[in-house]
């Protein structure tokens, strides 16, 4: 992976991780001119941030009356 995409890759998911958009408006500038692999890279930024704050956000406890 090159230091482009890496560093595509560490944004994208950063920002997936703290819940914001996969992409910023500068990204979106950008994006017009950006390679396969590099837009590759983001993309699975964005789905492995997803992933982890999904697995962050506290479960809820099954079979537990609420009220």
């Not at 819940?19 to 964005?46: C, I, M, P």
């Not at 789905?47 to 506290?58: I, L, N, T, Y």
């Amino acid at each position: 992976m090159s230091i482009k995409n890496k560093a595509a890759y560490q944004d994208a998911y950063q920002r997936a991780l703290e819940g914001k958009s996969a992409r910023s408006l500068g990204n979106l500038l950008t994006s017009l001119f950006e390679d396969h692999y590099t837009r590759e890279s983001r993309e699975q930024g964005a789905r492995d941030g997803a992933a982890a704050r999904g697995e962050a956000a506290p479960q809820p406890a099954s079979g537990v009356p609420l009220g």
